[in-house]
Structures are given as structure tokens and as C-alpha cells.
């Protein structure tokens, strides 16, 4: 079993910064793939950004250029800073944990909420 918890989410004016970190339990961290989703008000969740345990970074396309993803083996950690944030940003967000071969199972965090508003 993996615990997986967010935090650093909280109320930013438009253009602002934020950086969404997650913490996650377990000795494999460095064979998983992180990701972070989100979930505006009323709508589905949504891919935002993914790292592989190669580093390898892939983003949804709203955000490219703005959030950059990483991970720190290390700490068991993965974090999202968000740049020039958005209204549209606005959302609870979920950091997802997959543990990759053989099971390729995931794990989710409670979120954690962005709010972009002046």
C-alpha cells in the first residue's frame, strides 16, 4: 500500500505562482511514474503533467510552457510549479502514483485545491 499526499495549493491572483508538492510512502518510489491531474468545479479529472522514472516529462497541452514537473527520488517527492496562473486553473489537484511493471497500479492523494482568482 502507498500513501500519497498533496499539499501547497491555496488561493493565487492571475499570473501568480504556486508549487504543488507530493509526498509519497513506500521503498519503489524511484521505479514509479508521477503524474498530476486536476478537477475544475462540475468536470472530469484531467491530465496535467507526467514523469516517468526516466525523467521523462510529457505535459497536457494548456499548460505546457507554464508548469514544470519534477521528482526527487530522494525525498520521495514529486512537485509541480505552476507559472502564470490562470482563472482556468482553478481546480482541485490530484498528484497520482503508478507503480509501473509488473501491476502497473495506481495510487491517488486527497487533492489538493488552486484557486486563481483576483
Known amino acids: 500500500q502507498v500513501r500519497v499526499v498533496e499539499s501547497g495549493g491555496g488561493l493565487v491572483q492571475p499570473g501568480g505562482s504556486l508549487r504543488l508538492s507530493c509526498a509519497a510512502s513506500g521503498s519503489d518510489f524511484n521505479r514509479a511514474a508521477m503524474a498530476w491531474y486536476r478537477q475544475p468545479p462540475g468536470e472530469e479529472r484531467l491530465f496535467v503533467a507526467g514523469?516517468?522514472?526516466?525523467?521523462?516529462?510529457n505535459y497536457a497541452d494548456s499548460v505546457k510552457g507554464r508548469f514544470t514537473i519534477s521528482r526527487d527520488n530522494t525525498k520521495n517527492a514529486a512537485y509541480l510549479q505552476m507559472n502564470t496562473l490562470k482563472p482556468e486553473d482553478t481546480a482541485v489537484y490530484y498528484c497520482?502514483?503508478?507503480?509501473?511493471?509488473?501491476?502497473?497500479?495506481?495510487?491517488w492523494g486527497q487533492g489538493t485545491q488552486v484557486t486563481v482568482s483576483s
Open positions: 497520482n502514483y503508478n507503480t509501473g511493471v509488473p501491476n502497473f497500479r495506481d495510487y
Open positions: 514523469i516517468t522514472s526516466m525523467m521523462n516529462t
